[in-house]
């Protein structure tokens, strides 16, 4: 079985877009104002402490306890972070409907061009992995950085 790669130096997957996912609402909350610091890392703290948690167990801590203060805080508080999340929601959904009727752009094909031998080796890798096939790949067109030459790959 094939670990899953974590991304490249660029912190960027397949063709150069960035993996990104909306905050829980209670994430939200928590870097707001300092509520972290002020009212869940003692809790978390001492829990941890308390039980000997080791460091890759604590995160379930740190999310339970926040959810837990979260839900305590007045109704407004918890109704404003909601709106936020619903704002950043349409934010995104905005941000991806221009994206998709964006015009071709050569600085985002040459980005996808230098992610693709990267994808092309995982994605490779992966269906020999699983299958046993050997697998080749050939692909080829313009070059934006190099003036629309053709360039290959295989």
């Not at 905050?23 to 939200?28: A, K, M, S």
Request: glycine residues 6%.
């Amino acid at each position: 079985k094939l670990r899953k790669q974590a991304p490249g130096k660029s912190g960027k997957f397949f063709f150069g877009e960035e993996r990104t996912r909306l905050p829980q609402v209670t994430e939200l909350w928590s870097r707001r104002d300092g509520n972290y610091e002020e009212k869940v890392k003692h809790l978390v703290d001492a829990e941890v402490a308390a039980h000997n948690i080791p460091c890759n167990k604590a995160l379930a801590v740190v999310n339970r306890h926040t959810r837990e203060v979260f839900n305590a805080q007045p109704e407004e508080v918890r109704a404003a972070m909601y709106a936020k999340l619903e704002e950043l929601k349409n934010n995104t959904k905005a941000t991806n409907a221009a994206k998709e009727h964006a015009p071709p752009d050569p600085k985002k094909y040459a980005a996808a061009i230098q992610c693709l031998p990267d994808a092309i080796l995982r994605f490779t890798q992966a269906v020999e992995a699983q299958t046993g096939f050997f697998v080749s790949v050939v692909c080829g067109g313009p070059d934006p950085i190099n003036k629309g030459q053709i360039r290959t790959l295989a």
